[in-house]
């Protein structure tokens, strides 16, 4: 095993942490405005979707450029990032079932990677279909490749169960936001259905950045245990 797909790994960690403080970045330099009330002057925690940093132009046509470009850089860093970390990942798993069960999670994550990408590159306020299906592509992608990539941690005796278990943890919060996008109220119907979608975002989009970043710390020590 090279010493490139610790470098992967790492770049893992990278990803989270950059996109985290990239989006907090990107939210205080927003000028304002959401659905409902494109007057507010500032970026709502609530009432914002993150997408709403990428926009080109705010909801009162406010030129949003920084934020846009602070949120394009976030995400799609973050995507290349784990297309890199899922070329890596299925190197640590040597038995045979859990080894071809995490190549079908690996090929899901790159392509939940290669969305992300495309929502970085397409603000909904230039293309709004086309954001929403890289969006919806993206966490469904990603609520199936966590279960494979579980269900492989699971089955490979050197893999910690720890880690599968964090996953557990978060399928459960990442299926329940993707049953209120699909179905939940829609946001631009009312305050209260942009609230709840919103929150849920926020809520599944830092779970995933935790448990990433837990994943991650796990790849690596996996993987100098198996150099060792």
């Known amino acids: 095993m090279s010493?490139?797909?610790?470098?992967?790994?790492?770049?893992?960690?990278?990803?989270?942490?950059?996109?985290?403080?990239?989006?907090?970045?990107?939210?205080?330099v927003y000028p304002g405005g959401t659905i409902h009330n494109r007057g507010l002057e500032q970026y709502d925690f609530f009432y914002n979707y993150f997408s709403d940093l990428g926009r080109t132009h705010t909801f009162d046509g406010t030129s949003n450029l920084l934020s846009h470009f602070l949120f394009k850089t976030a995400l799609g860093t973050s995507g290349l990032c784990l297309i890199l970390y899922f070329i890596a990942i299925p190197a640590l798993f040597r038995q045979n079932t859990a080894k071809t069960i995490m190549f079908i999670a690996s090929f899901l994550g790159i392509l939940a990677g290669i969305c992300y990408i495309g929502i970085a590159t397409v603000p909904y306020d230039i293309d709004y279909w086309g954001h929403r299906t890289f969006v919806r592509t993206g966490f469904i992608l990603f609520l199936l490749m966590s279960f494979f990539?579980?269900?492989?941690?699971?089955?490979?005796?050197?893999?910690?169960n720890r880690y599968g278990l964090a996953f557990i943890i978060f399928v459960i919060v990442l299926a329940i936001q993707v049953y209120i996008m699909l179905f939940g109220p829609r946001a631009?119907?009312?305050?209260?259905?942009?609230?709840?979608?919103?929150?849920?975002?926020?809520?599944?989009?830092?779970?995933?950045?935790?448990?990433?970043?837990?994943?991650?710390?796990?790849?690596?020590?996996?993987?100098?245990m198996l150099k060792s």
């Open 149 to 160: 990539y579980t269900t492989a941690i699971f089955l490979e005796k050197n893999y910690p």
């Open 188 to 224: 631009y119907r009312s305050n209260n259905g942009l609230y709840l979608q919103a929150t849920a975002q926020k809520i599944v989009v830092y779970s995933e950045i935790l448990c990433m970043l837990y994943q991650s710390l796990g790849a690596i020590k996996v993987w100098k």
């Open 3 to 28: 010493d490139w797909r610790l470098l992967f790994f790492r770049l893992g960690i990278f990803a989270a942490v950059l996109f985290f403080i990239l989006t907090i970045l990107a939210m205080l």
